[in-house]
C-alpha cells in the first residue's frame, strides 16, 4: 500500500448532532441525590448496598453455616495437642483462606477502581437507540477500573505500561462496558497475535524476570518483528506511559464501533474521555523511584481523591464518521493501529463521567469485575476490526476460568441494574431461585415467555442493517488497507514537544539498552528509522550504534493536536501535593509553614510538613519522606543547617533534606524557598529566579501562595531537560 494520506488535513463536515454546553467543573455533583439507601451521591442508585455485610456491635463469629463458634483456638487434645481432625471450625477456616484467590487478569492484574457516574448531556436518539443517551441530564451508574497491563497483582503502579481503562455503564436496559485504553491505538490488528504479544512481554519463562516491564529482549524481539507495534509502543514510551495518576490520563475506547439508531441507521464512532483534572505524566526517574517510594502511589492517588470530595472528571465524547467513511482517510477505521486526527473529525460532546465513590471492598469489587466488550446494549453496535472481534470470545473465556463457573455475571458488582430474563440455567454457584418450569423457548407451558426481544419488540438489541459482508473468498491474511504502520507513529512523534520527543528517545534508550542482543535492537532500529531518521539516530548513539541512512518511503511532515503530555497547564492545584521542609529546632519555621498550610488548603491543595521527627504540625518525617511524593517543594525560613554538613543528623540518612530539593528541581517541579531556606538551593547549585524557582525574603511569605500556584499548574519545567541536537 502507499505511504497513507492518514496525516493529512482534509476536514470532514461536522455530523455532531447536538451542542453539548461545556461542563460544569463538577459543581452540581455536590448536590444530594434523591434514592434512598444509596451514599446520596449522583448515579448511586444504591443497587450494590444489599450486599454489604456489616459486623457490627454485639455480633458473634459464626461458620459459613451460621453456628456460632470460637474460631481462635483449634480442638487439641490436651492443652499442647495435638490437633483433631474432627475440628470443623479449624478445617473449614484453613480451607476458606485457602481458597481466597481466584486466578489473577492474564493482563491488566494490577489496578484499581471506582464508582460513579456518566451524564448525559444531551439526547442522541436520532444517532443512537442507547438508553443512557436519550436525554440531557440522564445519568448512569458506572464503574471504572484503571490497571497496567503487564505486571503482575502486586507489581507496583509507577511502571511504565498502557493504562487500562475499562468501563462499565450499568444502564436501565442492560450492562454496557467499554473496555478501552489511556492510549488510543494498539499493538496488533488480529486478536490471532495477542497470546504472543503477552508471551513476549510478560518476564521470562524460566526465571520469571522482569516484572512489568517491556525493557527486555523478548519483547523487542516481538515489536522489531511486528511493525503494527510502532504507533503503541512510541505512546507507551511518552508520557503517557507513565501518567501522573489515573485521574490525569484521557481514556479510549481504541476500536471504532456502531452507533445505531432505532430506525436502524447507523454511524462510525471513536470514544474519547478527555481528563478535566489535565493531561499530566511522571518523568522517568522518578518514576522509578517511586516504584519503591510508594508502589501504591497511584491506587492511593485516586482513593484520596475521591475520599476527600475531590471527584475526578472526564469530558465524554465521540468521533462520528458516516459508514461510508470506512477507507476515506487512506487507512482503514477497522484498523486499531489508527487514530483519527481530530483536524479530520472533530470530537462531539456526549456527556461527563464522574467517579464519586471509593470501593468498599476491593476484592468483591475491583477484583470480581468482569469487563467484557461484548457487553453492548440496544444502539450500540461492532466494527469488523479483527482485534475487536477476537477480543469478543476472550472475555467470556477468560471470566469463565477467573470465577471457575458461568455465574460471574450474577455477583454484585457484574449483575446489570435491569432485570434478567432467559433460560440458562444452574451451574457452580447459582445464585437465583428461578420459579419458570419451562426453561425453553418456544414454550407455551409459560405462557410464551420470555420471548425474544428484537429492534421492534421489547427494546432488544439489533446488529446494525447497514453492515454487510461482500462477496469474498476465506483468507488467512491480513488486509492490504492495514500496511502503513509508519505513518502515523511519525505523526504522534511530530506532535510531541521538544521535551517529550526527547523523553521517548531516552525511553527507547533505556529499554534498548536493556536488550543483550544485537540482532534485536537493530531490528528495532530498522522500524523507527522508517518512522523519523533522527529519532533512529538519537537511539543509536547511546547503543553505540552508527547511525542509519534515512529510509524515507513514510516520511511526512504533519502534525496533529492534543496528544503531548507535556506543555499543558493544569486547570487547578486541587489534590496536589505540597512537600513544605521544615526544621523542629526553630519554632520561627514551623509557624511558617503553618501560614503556608493554610494559604495551600485554601487552594484545595494537600501540603504536608516535613521534619526531622513527628511533632504538633509536623505530617511526616525527613527519614521517610522523597521528592518523588509531593508535585512541588516549599523550603521555609531557618532551615539553612539542615543543608549543610554540620547539620547532619542521625535522624535522617545523610544530606537527605538536600537531596529532596535537588530531586524535586530534576523532576522538573516548582521548588520554593523563603529567607534562609535558600541554602538548601545553594547545596544543590540551583540559581533561583530560574523558570519554576522561587525565593522571597520572609516579607515575600504572603505573595508565595499564588505564585507557586502557578508553577504547579505549569506543573513540569521543561527548559531543565536538554534536548538532543
Ligand atoms: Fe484486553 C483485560 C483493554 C485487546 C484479552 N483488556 C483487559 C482490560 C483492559 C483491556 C482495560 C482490563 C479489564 C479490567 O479492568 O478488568 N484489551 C484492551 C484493549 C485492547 C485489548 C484496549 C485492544 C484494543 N485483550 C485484547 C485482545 C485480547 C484481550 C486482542 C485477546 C484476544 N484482555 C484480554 C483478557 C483480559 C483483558 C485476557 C484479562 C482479564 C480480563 O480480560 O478480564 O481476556
Keep these: 500500500m502507499k505511504p497513507s494520506i492518514s496525516t493529512g488535513l482534509l476536514l470532514l463536515n461536522a455530523v455532531a448532532n447536538a451542542a453539548c454546553p461545556y461542563m460544569d467543573g463538577g459543581a452540581s455533583l455536590r448536590k444530594r441525590g434523591e434514592s434512598s439507601g444509596s451514599s446520596g451521591l449522583p448515579g448511586d442508585d444504591g443497587y450494590l448496598e444489599k450486599f454489604y455485610v456489616e459486623d457490627g456491635n454485639g455480633v458473634f463469629t459464626t461458620t459459613d453455616f451460621g453456628t456460632p463458634v470460637d474460631d481462635t483456638h483449634s480442638l487439641k487434645a490436651g492443652e499442647r495437642g495435638p490437633t483433631l481432625l474432627e475440628d470443623f471450625v479449624l478445617r473449614t477456616k484453613i480451607t476458606r483462606f485457602d481458597h481466597e484467590r481466584v486466578p489473577e487478569r492474564a493482563v491488566h492484574a494490577r489496578g484499581a477502581a471506582a464508582h460513579g457516574y456518566f451524564e448525559s448531556c444531551a439526547d442522541f436518539s436520532n444517532i443512537t437507540g442507547a438508553s443512557f443517551l436519550g436525554g440531557a441530564g440522564k445519568k448512569t451508574p458506572v464503574f471504572l477500573r484503571f490497571s497496567t497491563v503487564a505486571g503482575s497483582r502486586g507489581s507496583s503502579d509507577t511502571v511504565r505500561d498502557v493504562h487500562g481503562f475499562a468501563l462499565r455503564f450499568y444502564t436501565d436496559e442492560g450492562n454496557y462496558d467499554i473496555v478501552g485504553n489511556n492510549i488510543p491505538v494498539f499493538f496488533i490488528q488480529d486478536a490471532i497475535q495477542f497470546p504472543d504479544l503477552i508471551h513476549s512481554v510478560k518476564p521470562r519463562p524460566d526465571n520469571e524476570i522482569p516484572q512489568a516491564g517491556t525493557a527486555h529482549d523478548s519483547a523487542w524481539d516481538f515489536f522489531g518483528q511486528n511493525p503494527s507495534t510502532m504507533h503503541t509502543l512510541l505512546w507507551a514510551l511518552s508520557g503517557h506511559g507513565i501518567p501522573r495518576s489515573f485521574r490525569h490520563m484521557d481514556g479510549f475506547g481504541v476500536h471504532t464501533f456502531r452507533f445505531v439508531n432505532d430506525a436502524g441507521k447507523s454511524k462510525l464512532v471513536k470514544y474519547h474521555f478527555k481528563t478535566k483534572q ?59 493501529t489508527k487514530i483519527v486526527p481530530v483536524e479530520l473529525v472533530p470530537i462531539t460532546p456526549i456527556g461527563k463521567l464522574v467517579l464519586n465513590r471509593n470501593t468498599k471492598n476491593y476484592f468483591a469489587e475491583t477484583e470480581q469485575a468482569m469487563f467484557n466488550p461484548g457487553h453492548v446494549v440496544r444502539g450500540i453496535d461492532f466494527s469488523d476490526d479483527p482485534l475487536l472481534q477476537g477480543r469478543l470470545f476472550s472475555y467470556v473465556d477468560t471470566q469463565l476460568n477467573r470465577h471457575g463457573g458461568p455465574n460471574f455475571e450474577q455477583v454484585p458488582i457484574n449483575q446489570p441494574h435491569s432485570p434478567v430474563h432467559n433460560n440458562n440455567r444452574d451451574g457452580a454457584g447459582q445464585n437465583m431461585i428461578h420459579l419458570n418450569t419451562a426453561p425453553y423457548t418456544p414454550n407455551t407451558l409459560n405462557g410464551g415467555f420470555p420471548k425474544p426481544a428484537t429492534q421492534n419488540a421489547g427494546r432488544g438489541h439489533f446488529t446494525a442493517p447497514a453492515r454487510k459482508i461482500v462477496d469474498a473468498h476465506y483468507v488467512r491474511n491480513i488486509s492490504p488497507t492495514f500496511l502503513d504502520y509508519w505513518s502515523q507513529p511519525r505523526l504522534f512523534f511530530q506532535s510531541l514537544v521538544p521535551a517529550e520527543q526527547q523523553m521517548v528517545i531516552n525511553a527507547a534508550r533505556f529499554e534498548l539498552s536493556k536488550v543483550s542482543s544485537d540482532a534485536v535492537r537493530k531490528a528495532a532500529i530498522a522500524q523507527f528509522n522508517k518512522i523519523s531518521n533522527e529519532f533512529a539516530a538519537h537511539v543509536c548513539k547511546a547503543l553505540g550504534l552508527a547511525p542509519p541512512a534515512p529510509d524515507s518511503a513514510y516520511y511526512h511532515d504533519n502534525k496533529t493536536s492534543g496528544v503531548s503530555t507535556f506543555g499543558n497547564r493544569l486547570p487547578s492545584i486541587k489534590t496536589l501535593n505540597i512537600g513544605i521542609l521544615v526544621t523542629t529546632a526553630s519554632p520561627a519555621s514551623l509557624a511558617q509553614a503553618e501560614t503556608l498550610v493554610k494559604a495551600f488548603k485554601g487552594k484545595g491543595a494537600v501540603p504536608k510538613v516535613v521534619g526531622e521527627y513527628i511533632t504538633s504540625g509536623v505530617d511526616m518525617t525527613y527519614s521517610a519522606t522523597n521528592a518523588v511524593l509531593f508535585d512541588g517543594v516549599i523550603v521555609v525560613d531557618e532551615t539553612n543547617k539542615l543543608f549543610t554538613k554540620a547539620g547532619a543528623s542521625t535522624l535522617f540518612p545523610p544530606q537527605r533534606p538536600t537531596e529532596i530539593v535537588r530531586d524535586a528541581f530534576l523532576y522538573g517541579k516548582p521548588i520554593a524557598a523563603i529567607g534562609t531556606g535558600k541554602a538548601a538551593f545553594e547545596a544543590s547549585s540551583i540559581d533561583c529566579g530560574q523558570e519554576g524557582v522561587y525565593c522571597v525574603d520572609n516579607k515575600g511569605l504572603s505573595g ?13 519545567f521543561l527548559g531543565r531537560y536538554p534536548v538532543d541536537k
Design 278 to 336: 489535565g493531561l499530566a505524566s511522571l518523568v522517568w526517574s522518578e518514576a522509578l523511584v517511586l516504584n519503591g517510594q510508594n508502589p501504591d502511589f497511584h491506587r492511593q492517588d485516586l482513593f484520596d481523591a475521591i475520599d476527600s470530595k475531590n471527584y475526578p472528571e472526564w469530558e465524554v465524547g465521540v468521533q462520528i464518521m458516516d459508514e461510508s467513511d470506512v477507507l476515506r482517510f487512506g487507512f482503514d477505521l477497522n484498523d486499531p
Design 704 to 716: 508565595l501562595p499564588d505564585a507557586f500556584e502557578d508553577g504547579l499548574k505549569t506543573f513540569k
